[in-house]
């Protein structure tokens, strides 16, 4: 993970209750900035703008979906720790930057394993403390090349709330690094609603972002569009189900 600051790709995504895929930009910068915009055709104005900088994350969905209309949520990421909200959106930009398969280990938290897995696997246990409490990752690699597939994310209860699927590895000999082209995104409510997102990413660029850096990390501000801030949300976010639950490994 410290050999590279920076990734830029193409990418196709495809969301819960939108019929087709939406094609765009990732552009990531570690440890925290993160920028993601899709939209149909490749129309940015027709899809989401999804992103994250030292301070703040956001989500702009700019059209409705199954019972939500277009609005762009936000939060403070430390505000977000604290609220109340956290228990029923388990929403971490953080997520989709380490989905990519850089996954950072914090001598903070505490780290168990790995152990032994099924099918020359290996599984990491990653516990880190928060306001609502230890919240627990488990992180699968294979034990040959050490490659991240699989993240969990489990609450102070144990109840699993969100994991990623991480495939179609390549190499990058110039970098030494293995990145993924395929990543999906599984997000969980205590109601067992889940939201699901499928990422295809198309071949990366490596350090070479470039351009106005206030611009690319700051969060939007749209006209006319509703802005909801998620620590002041006393209703969860109605999530649309996307039929048979997957389990993780």
């Keep these: ?65 199954p019972r939500q209309p277009p609005a762009l949520y936000h939060a403070n990421h430390a505000a977000f720790q604290q609220s109340p909200i956290r228990q029923t959106i388990p929403l971490d930009p953080k997520w989709l930057i380490e989905a990519i398969g850089m996954v950072q280990f914090s001598p903070t938290d505490v780290h168990y394993g790995p152990q032994l897995y099924a ?53 990058y000999p110039e970098y030494q690094i293995s990145l993924p082209h395929r990543i999906e995104l599984f997000m969980i409510q205590p109601d067992g609603q889940e939201m699901k997102m499928g990422i295809d990413l198309g071949a990366y660029s490596i350090d070479s972002l470039y351009g106005n850096a206030n611009r690319m990390w700051a969060m939007p501000d749209p006209e006319g569009v509703s802005k909801i801030d998620l620590t002041k949300m006393s209703n969860p976010i109605v999530i649309p189900r996307t039929g048979n639950r997957f389990t993780p490994q």
Excluded: C
């Excluded at 699989?150 to 190499?171: E, G, M, P």
């Design 119 to 171: 099918e020359g696997r290996m599984k990491l246990y990653t516990v880190h403390q928060t306001a609502s409490g230890p919240m627990t990752r488990a992180t699968l690699l294979s034990a040959s090349s050490g490659l991240v597939e699989q993240q969990a994310i489990y609450d102070s209860k144990n109840r699993l709330i969100a994991y990623s699927n991480s495939t179609q590895y390549k190499n």
């Design 1 to 65: 993970t410290a050999k590279i600051k920076q990734l830029d790709s193409r990418v196709a995504v495809k969301l819960a209750g939108v019929p087709t895929k939406i094609k765009g930009t990732l552009q990531v910068e570690f440890p925290n900035r993160m920028r993601m915009k899709a939209g149909v055709m490749g129309a940015s104005e027709m899809g989401v703008d999804v992103g994250s900088n030292e301070q703040e994350f956001w989500i702009w969905s700019k059209v409705a979906l």
